[in-house]
């Protein structure tokens, strides 16, 4: 896996993946005061709820759950000292579907934290991460 950083301009970056994408973050407000885009541990962040998700969705399909969505809400907290680690996140998961079995939906959430978000196993090392879930009956 590669990626490139590119600095624009005071504290504006591009990140450009591997595979070509790319995104503007940074903490420097132009002088409407709109920032670029997310900061760079917002996107570690984002990373973390969107990796776990994925293997949400991904084990709850493969079991012929029939999910319609899934939405990771994260709250997180940063030591105060540099630099910074997260120190506690805690995802909370809202899966809609139709039937869906909430113990189905539980052992996914505890296999992605157990064994396949590559992204929380790295963050545990600093942070307390914490799940819970809500299963919504789809119409």
Sequence with gaps: MKAQIKWVEKRT???ISGSGFTLPFGTASGPDG???GPTAMELVLIGTG???AWDVVQILEKGR???ADCVVELDAERAEDDPQ???RIHMHYIVTGRGLSADKVA???KLSADKYCSASAMLA???DISHDFEVIESA
Excluded: D
Aim: aromatic share 10%; glycine share 10%; hydrophobic share 45%.
């Design 85 to 87: 680690v997260f120190t």
């Design 107 to 109: 052992r996914a959430i």
């Design 13 to 15: 970056f591009l990140g």
């Design 50 to 52: 969107g990796c776990s």
């Design 65 to 67: 759950e029939n999910i």
């Design 125 to 127: 090392s600093t942070a």
């Design 34 to 36: 709109i920032r670029p």
